[in-house]
């Protein structure tokens, strides 16, 4: 999303970690080529100051070129480093502005559950489950590991879904049906081949791409 600052100022804001003293460089790159980061070319470098030995906090001011519109990268360079030696970043920030803020930490989790509300695939075995509601359809449900953002859009991976049978294997089917809610799916499978019993367990072995993206 670097691109949405091409032609303004921003400041990039890190701590960096050395176990001797380095003067590590601030290299900017734009793409050539719109989120393909092989087609990178270098548009400017920037000394951070000397760091270490430990933790140092750097802030730098930027003013990103018009050329960063296809997006681009931001890297700290170390340059060489000794036998034995290390380096480290952590909680870096690119932000539009002139002023670093504070840096945020959000554990894992909650970065996960964050993503997931636009975006979710079901496990391939038994990420829906359900039963065999006649003997050529089957109706199975899918919680959600988080809330989604809206109700989804949900489609079979691959567009085809296939469903365990009982005593027979698996069953596999085009024709699906698909109703979301911020928690869950519905799905009817029908023209089921080959055909299972009514009222047998039913369940899912393919995935669900469940998409809220805005």
């Known amino acids: 999303m670097i691109g949405d600052l091409a032609g303004q100022s921003a400041v990039f804001s890190a701590w960096l970690y050395a176990s001797a003293t380095f003067t590590p460089y601030l ?21 951070l100051g000397a760091i270490g030995p430990g933790w140092t906090r750097v802030v730098k001011r930027l003013s990103l070129p018009a050329s ?7 890297e700290v360079g170390f340059g060489a480093v000794a ?11 690119l932000e539009p502005g002139q002023n670093a803020t504070p840096s945020e930490f959000r554990p894992p989790s909650l970065e996960a559950a964050l993503c997931q509300r636009y975006y979710q695939l079901t496990p391939t075995t038994y990420g829906a489950v359900g039963g065999w509601s006649s003997t050529s359809a089957a109706t199975m449900s899918a919680i959600f590991a988080a809330p989604m953002r809206t109700a989804p859009l949900c489609v079979a991976q691959g567009g085809a879904l296939t469903v365990d049978c009982p005593g027979l294997g698996s069953s596999t089917t085009s024709v ?3 109703s979301s809610t911020l928690t ?13 019993q009514v009222g047998r367990f039913a369940g899912a072995l393919s995935s669900i791409i469940c998409s809220a993206e805005l």
Not at 68 to 74: A, L, P, T, V, Y
Not at 190 to 196: R, Y
């Open 68 to 74: 960063i519109s296809n997006g681009g990268q931001i």
């Open 184 to 196: 869950g799916v519905n799905i009817n499978a029908s023209s089921l081949t080959p055909g299972g």
């Open 176 to 178: 699906v049906g698909f």
């Open 83 to 93: 036998s034995g030696g290390s380096v480290g970043v952590a909680l870096a920030q």
């Open 27 to 47: 290299n900017l790159y734009a793409y050539s080529v719109a989120d393909q980061s092989s087609s990178r070319v270098s548009v400017g470098s920037q000394p």
